[in-house]
């Protein structure tokens, strides 16, 4: 279809087109679940049980630093194991086909923010065109980094610190599998979102919402503001927990700093 004929289409065509595309989606993530349920099992042994047991590569990495760096915290060396346990009957089969729909989501966002761009991209100029595929291809990117860094280091450190930690010592620490899945996709997730900041400042500034002297205006208060949203991200109390959230956190405001139109 022609520039011209999409000109001239109407409300309903749109809403049609915007019909055609959600329903595509829908059928491809719903594909991608039924993948991911037929090999969940072998996701749950290596992949996402693997933070709690204590072989994991990331606490092998915190051991081999913590043997040469004493300043690490307690928790960053040593045995770990975290026992989780299944308290209601038709949790497993839940948390089964939950946990494939949010995998099939992640590992489909590239797909979905395509076809979305798909949609607007008749309304845009050329060169906006170029941009914005640029820009929606440095944002797969980031989310995925944002995933990564949420499952390798931010919920294994959380999980961590919040399954060795008691209060009395007459209580025994199990986690239940609902709490395991509902901090571990909330984690991963939020992680990913929060990688997407550059992106948005880029949408924002396109718009001319935002300029550059914002983050130099307010960098200061970003800085206290990211470390309340680090240590709310991670409980642990420690520095070197803290540091390991906030400064990914501080480098995307960094990034978003540079992409955004003086």
């Known amino acids: 279809m022609s520039e011209a004929s999409e000109n001239e ?8 087109e915007l019909r055609t595309i959600l329903f595509r989606i829908a059928i491809f993530v719903t594909v991608l679940s039924f993948g991911f349920f037929a090999y969940m099992r072998e996701l749950f042994d290596n992949v996402i049980l693997a933070p709690a047991q204590n072989d994991f590569f990331f606490y ?36 089964h086909i939950s946990t494939s729909f949010w995998f099939a989501l992640v590992f489909s966002f590239p797909f979905v923010i395509y076809q979305l761009f798909l949609f607007v991209k008749p309304a845009l100029y050329n060169n906006e065109r170029k941009n914005a595929g640029i820009a929606f291809l440095f944002g797969n990117i980031l989310f995925y980094i944002g995933v990564a860094v949420g499952y390798v280091m931010v919920f294994p450190l959380t999980l961590r610190f919040l399954a060795g930690y008691q209060l009395s010592s007459y209580i025994d620490n199990s986690v239940s599998l609902d ?12 992680m990913g979102l929060v990688f997407e900041l550059p992106l948005l400042s ?43 959230v906030f400064l990914p956190i501080y480098m995307l405001w960094e990034i978003s700093a540079m992409v955004v139109k003086k």
């Not at 289409?9 to 049609?16: A, N, Q, R, S």
């Not at 040593?78 to 308290?87: D, L, M, P, T, Y």
């Not at 709490?179 to 939020?190: A, N, P, R």
């Open 60 to 95: 092998n990495w915190l051991n081999a630093l913590g043997n040469k760096l004493p300043i690490l915290p307690d928790f960053c060396v040593g045995e770990f194991h975290v026992k989780i346990i299944n308290i209601n009957l038709a949790s497993q089969f839940f948390v």
């Open 179 to 190: 709490s395991y899945m509902g901090s571990f996709l909330m984690l991963c997730f939020i």
């Open 202 to 244: 880029w949408i924002l500034s396109q718009l001319g919402i935002l300029k550059r002297n914002f983050f130099n205006k307010f960098r200061k208060h970003a800085v206290v503001i990211l470390l309340i949203l680090a240590a709310f991200i991670t409980p642990s109390g420690d520095p070197f927990t803290l540091m390991v």
């Open 9 to 16: 289409m109407t409300f309903w065509d749109h809403l049609d």
